[in-house]
């Protein structure tokens, strides 16, 4: 509560101050303020029985009151180090602050001590001789010259020439020029484990692989009628030659003969027969077993046989496929990699012409008309396999 005051008027008895009851009331609040702060709120809790001068008062906690008495400061202090005892200091001691190892202390004036370093310290900007310190390099920089060392004789330098023994060169952050094979005594050899390319990869028709690493020895092997020769560092690879020689062979039907002779080491598929200009169906209208060509069913009296033997190779077979018609469909699945000039094709014995009766994308040989139902269809494929 903020001090309260009582209001006397502008003179006296002019009826305008506080009325004597209203003045009474501010006394009594104003004296609870100071027995409430300084007491129990009715009895003060000062006791100056006894003062005397220089004295103050000074709280006493068993008696709980403010009492009076002489105040006096603490006499004694105590410092610390970072190692040895806690010491006391008491009034009217001296504390003196003394230097150790590279430090002293001077008293410069009134009220100043000056702590210095000596000249057995080493500074940023001093110049100092440094004896059996150790400087650690990562996280410091030393430049150093030629010049300031004593025995330089016993070191590499850039200009200097060199032999290195027992040492290793990490080669990530070292250039090596001028190597030449010439410069790998010995033994020395770079193993196929640290080149980039260690070998080379060989791929067939059928896409199997084959690693062959350096230092090993690629065999090119010859097979049915292919050779294979080194000379000077070349390989050579030759094919047997084939035989382009055409022949025939021409007969007449009698309406019962049955077995023909023909040329030796024939197959059904390797000859052309034909009865009065129709192609006949291998194995379906004939036969062959050695030098005997044996139709299914005997040619009619006086019919035209002509048997064309297609060239063989020391190598390879001719082969063929047989469909049946079924008045709808025109497309027919062939061997790979054909074209319509290297393959015969006959419905019912009729030879077919090339691109106009038929075509042939890929395995798919597809007819410009489709067969009729049951029509015999033969595919002869005219070149070596």
Known sequence: MAK??????TTPNDGTGSTIRAGGDIVNDNFNEIYTALGDGSTLNVDTSGASNGEALVYNSVSGKFESDTVTASSTFTISGDGGTDQDITTGDTLTVQGGTGITTTGVATDTLTVAIDSTVATLTGSQVLQNKTIDTANNTITVVEADISDLGSYITATSSDV???????????TITGLTNTNLSGTAAITNANLANSSITIRDDSSTEDAV?????????????????????TLTITGAATSLSYTKGTFTGDGSTQGFTIDSGRAVDDVLVYVNG???????????????LTFTTAPASSAEIVVRYLPLGTTGVYTNDTATGDGSTQAFTIDSGRTVEDVI?????????????????GTTMTFTTAPAASAEISIRYLRLT
């Open 4 to 9: 309260q005051t009582i209001n006397i008027g």
């Open 213 to 233: 690493s350096l230092g090993e020895t690629l065999i090119v092997t010859g097979a049915n009628g292919i050779t294979t020769s080194v000379a000077s560092n």
């Open 278 to 292: 129709f192609l006949l169906t291998p194995t379906d209208d004939y036969t062959i077993s050695s030098t005997t």
């Open 164 to 174: 290195l023994q027992n040492k290793s060169i990490a080669a990530g952050s070292n």
């Open 345 to 361: 094709v006959t419905v019912n014995g009729v030879s077919l012409v090339p691109s106009t009766d038929y075509t042939i994308s």
